[in-house]
């Protein structure tokens, strides 16, 4: 088991930044992809980023390129996710969530996933 609890949200205006915190405990964190999706009021959970075990390698969806960034710290257990220039629409529950293989912009990849953590952004 892997139990991942994200911090880190919050009211934000337009234009500004947050950084979303998700630290792991249970098994080797190291072995996990991790990703991070967002779930805006009425709608399905949807991708946003995953970083490789190493963090050599993250992928965006397009709506969030060139304004977020995802990071990792093994020794940590932690991954985060550094929103900037957000966006009324970036308005959502975040969650991080634990993959040991498949295509990790799906759902259905991650095994283990987070409580979520609340961002608005007000225009």
């Known amino acids: 088991q892997v139990q991942l609890v994200e911090s880190g949200g919050g009211l934000v205006q337009a234009g500004g930044s947050l950084r979303l915190s998700c630290t792991a405990s249970?098994?080797?964190?190291?072995?996990?992809?991790m990703g991070w999706f967002h779930q805006a009021p009425g709608k399905e959970r949807e991708f946003v980023t995953f970083?490789?075990?190493?963090?050599?390698?993250?992928y965006y969806a397009d709506s969030v390129k060139g304004r977020f960034s995802t990071s990792r710290d093994n020794a940590k257990n932690t991954v985060y996710l550094q929103m900037n220039s957000l966006k009324p629409e970036d308005t959502a529950v975040y969650y991080c969530?634990?993959?040991?293989?498949?295509?990790?912009?799906?759902?259905?990849?991650?095994?283990?996933w987070g409580q979520g953590t609340r961002v608005t952004v007000s225009s």
């Open positions: 969530a634990a993959s040991s293989g498949g295509i990790y912009y799906f759902r259905a990849a991650y095994e283990y």
């Open positions: 249970g098994r080797i964190f190291s072995n996990y992809v």
């Open positions: 970083m490789s075990r190493n963090g050599g390698s993250t």
